[in-house]
């Protein structure tokens, strides 16, 4: 095995290198002026470094051989088996040897390239959103699927922790109907598992769930009664009976992806929302409202309050969005400007304004927001209600 | 229908019962189709459907052959016939349906109808009292159940059916286990036979024993703050309130030419202009006048309609539109609301006006009257404007029955032209 010998080789270099460096070093210790000593140290060193980065290097290229191969090897089966009905069964074993050798071996060291490549793709979280939208639209336009009680079960309880995060429902009495408890504890049961697994163990979830339901459908049909009967159970909660008459309760199945309906109306002049990748946590915690995330964060240090995200908006507007007055305060004091303004030219008195929050329109003004800043369309705060609602706020004068 | 008399437990009902011994809870899912595989309704395993032609399932029957006493109830349960115009009776059914009817699955909102509502919606033209059946405790006088059955007039497949529509059956949230259910709908099925009525229509939002057809709710929203305060709807997490809002901001006035509250004076040509545009429609009531009247007339706080009078030639009527009020309590109240403000489409009819447009305005007139949302069912041609108009598809079905009459293929949405209240 010649690329075994090259490593041995490498490393017996790297051992006779390190080894020469520490006598060097321990030469150089000694009192008196022995300046070749030192020479002889950095050499030393220098060759360590240098074995350390050949052994580097042929492995590399072994891999390299190694995945190159591969790929030849797979080219030349798949050619070898397009063509294996022409050509005689005395192909067939020798073929089947090339499979088992293009079998590729887990590489020893990954490359940079396949990190680089993993890196991209973790930064490609919108698409786990996109397809996480698109197979919650599935779930929710399709009446085909015919689940069993745990599939639902599980459905809902990831569609839930995917979108609100962990269950935060008081648990429910067994009073409220079997249903209604196990849809809470299969919820529970997922604990603080982040929102963007529940999102990828969701996809996977829904597309295994629509393979399976094409296969049967291919196959055999006789699963149908047996299906329906299970059907009921999680649908139909304690009372299936007992809802019967005119309409039933529903409420929309998402959240209403505005960019998605712009981008179907006007040629994606917004560009979908989920287009974009996971936002920034300061901003996030504003738009939550969550005010201590905040002040935890400012403990470590001054935090970028010009920050934006892709539409222009600052921690103060998604705050103002929100009503989050505690958040806005505390901003505010950290010396977040009032007057940014979004990429419609609109500030976070403007967001307050449409939103009407009173509190927040008080807040900002008496902050020395400016009630008259014109956003891209002409409109002022105060055009949008600002300061009339800021005089109707609870705690104005 | 009335099959048999069930004074002696039959074997099934045993089973039964040893099931929802379970908590107390009743595993309805077992028991609901061993009730519905007795019915005269299509069958879920293909071994217990009847074949045979489109038509009535159960072999002919006269009224002399209806069973003429009452089923019998458990004890300490009697049956009872609901006069809703007595004031003391109209409020015990709205207390019993404002605190057991239908909730999501989240136990988020649960249906109110109102007192009004019920009203209207169980008296029209020729309603038969006894059909409003009640069950109470003996004794205390409690009413525990509920069950109403409304005479209409459906055309299916071109066959005009006089036939009953049930609604409201509800059972007290702690009676859910007493198996009473069944006995409602036996019961008023036998009322409702006396009558020499052998079909009924009606909705669920559960697939039981066998729908011919499902729609699929949609809702837009009115006021979509409100709707995210009280959990109804929620925000794309990189949305805005503001840009939300922003986005489903509604002109103050709608813009068809000629459009006003219907009229007294409008009630026949709505009529013809509704059987016109139903009979498209495999599944469809057939209104006469006096039913228009009763239905589709203007009730503030219950139902909302409105015609288009052409500018053009004054009297002539070309479009319609209608919409119900249908509130939900909001159980678990946030931010100060405790009710959910919910209209829902009823029926429209675009002549002269294009039906999107015409939807615009009637989402602009719930917003005037104050509704926080617009339901809609994706049946009759409204799939051609529920994008446009920026609803969303919602998480409910709604599956519709035939009691008692065998079609051959389930229908689409489209093919629905029946909206139930």
Known sequence: MPSDAERLAGVGVAVAAVGLTTAASFYASRPGPKRWTRWLFVGGAAAAYGAYSLATWLEDQKNEAARGGDVRDALETRKKETHRG?????????????????????????????????????????????????????MASTTDLRLTNDQKLRVYALFKQATFGRCDQPKPRLLDGLARHAKWTAWNELGELSRDDAKEAYVELVAELRRRTEADEGGDGDGTAGD???????????????????????????????????????????????????????????????????RRAANFGPLDLRLADECGRTALHWAADGGHVQVATALIKMGADVDAVDDDGQ??????????????????????????????????PNALGAVGLAMRSPGAD | MADEDHERPAPSDLAEEAGRSFAGMSLDDVKDHAFWETQPVGQLKPELDKSGPEGPIDDPMTVDEVKKEGYHLPPSFEWC????????????????????????????????????????????PGYVKDWHLGVRVVGTGKLVAFITGVPAKLSVKGKKLDLAEINFLCIHKKLRSKRLAPMLIREITRRINLSGIWQAAYTAGVVLPKPIG????????????????????????????????????????????????????????????????????????VFDEEETRHHLSMRDG????????????????????????????????????????????????AGKADLTRLMEDALILARQKDFDVFNCLDLMDNAQFLKDLKFGIGDGNLQYYLYNWRLHNKLGPGDIGLVLT
């Not at chain 2, 929203?221 to 409100?226: C, F, G, I, R, T």
């Not at chain 2, 219950?302 to 053009?312: F, N």
């Open chain 2, 214 to 285: 499902t729609a699929r709710y949609w809702h837009r929203s009115l006021n979509v703050k409100k709707l995210v305060e009280i959990g109804f709807t929620h925000l794309h997490s990189r949305m805005t309130m503001s840009q939300t809002i922003k986005f489903f901001r509604l002109d103050k006035k709608p813009a068809t030419p000629g459009i006003r509250p219907m009229e007294d004076k409008d009630v026949p040509a709505v009529t013809a202009l509704l059987n016109n545009y139903l009979k498209k429609f495999a599944v469809a009531p």
């Open chain 1, 347 to 380: 500030t976070a008195l403007h967001y307050a304004a449409t939103c009407e929050r009173a509190e927040m329109c008080r807040l900002l003004l008496e902050s020395g927001a400016d009630p008259d800043a014109e956003d891209a369309d002409g409109d002022t």
């Open chain 1, 86 to 138: 022409a050509v005689s069964s005395a192909d067939v074993p020798s073929s089947s040897d090339e499979i088992r050798a293009s079998d590729p071996e887990p590489p020893a060291r990954r490359s940079q390239m396949d990190q680089l490549l993993d890196a991209v793709a973790d930064g490609y979280d919108d698409d786990l959103d996109a397809d996480f939208d698109r197979a919650a639209k599935f």
């Open chain 2, 302 to 349: 219950v139902v909302y309609s409105y015609v288009v009078e052409d500018p053009d030639k004054p009297g002539k009527i070309t479009d319609f539109v209608s919409f119900y009020s249908l509130p939900s309590t909001v159980i678990q109240s946030s931010g100060g609301h405790s009710t959910l403000r919910a209209a829902y489409s009823y029926y429209n009819v």
């Open chain 1, 228 to 294: 329906g009967d299970e059907g009921t159970a999680v649908d139909g909660e304690g009372d299936a009976l007992g809802g019967l008459g005119g309409p039933v309760f529903s409420r929309p199945r998402m959240p209403f992806d505005v960019g998605d309906a712009e981008g179907d109306a006007e040629g994606g002049a917004e560009g979908g929302a989920e287009s974009i990748g996971a936002m920034d946590p300061l901003l996030e915690a504003c738009r939550r409202g969550d005010v201590e995330s905040l």
């Open chain 2, 81 to 124: 016939t609901c006069d809703v115009t007595d004031k003391k009776v109209n409020d015990e059914v709205f207390e019993l349906l404002d605190n057991n009817y239908v909730e999501d699955d989240d136990a988020m909102f649960r249906f109110q109808y109102s007192r009004e509502f019920l009203k209207w919606v169980l008296q029209p």
